[in-house]
């Protein structure tokens, strides 16, 4: 079975970092697209930051552009997202999930619908 293990998150004040990590067990991310998306309360999932293992290429929302970074560690299997100059609005539940295919990570990427496997959320709580 295809297991996805994010973790990372917690309580951070205004202005912090975290990184958020995404293990997959029972395959390997070779081939496939890993994205990273979140949920505040309310609100629907939206998408944050997509990489493809095939030719490395990522896209971001525009929103998180040049505060958060998304990257990935082979041999750990493993995908990151790290979040700098963190603000109260990236508050919510962060999710990541995966897809196989051979695409690149275009921004159509980062709709949830493009992808069939999920792990469970992280909480990400950013103090004012």
């Known amino acids: 079975d295809v297991q996805l293990q994010a973790s990372g998150g917690g309580l951070v004040q205004a202005g912090g970092s975290l990184r958020l990590s995404c293990t997959a067990s029972g395959v390997s991310f070779d081939y496939y697209n890993i994205g990273w998306f979140r949920q505040a309360p309310g609100k629907e999932r939206e998408g944050v930051a997509c990489?493809?293992?095939?030719?490395?290429?990522?896209s971001y929302a525009d929103s998180v552009k040049g505060r958060f970074t998304i990257s990935s560690d082979n041999a750990r299997n493993t995908v990151y997202l790290q979040m700098n100059n963190l603000g109260p609005d990236h508050s919510a539940v962060y999710f990541c999930?995966?897809?196989?295919?051979?695409?690149?990570?275009?921004?159509?990427?980062?709709?949830?619908?493009?992808?069939?496997?999920w792990g469970q959320g992280t909480q990400v709580t950013v103090s004012s």
């Open positions: 990489f493809s293992r095939s030719d490395g290429s990522t």
């Open positions: 999930a995966i897809v196989r295919t051979v695409e690149s990570c275009g921004s159509w990427y980062l709709s949830p619908g493009q992808y069939n496997h």
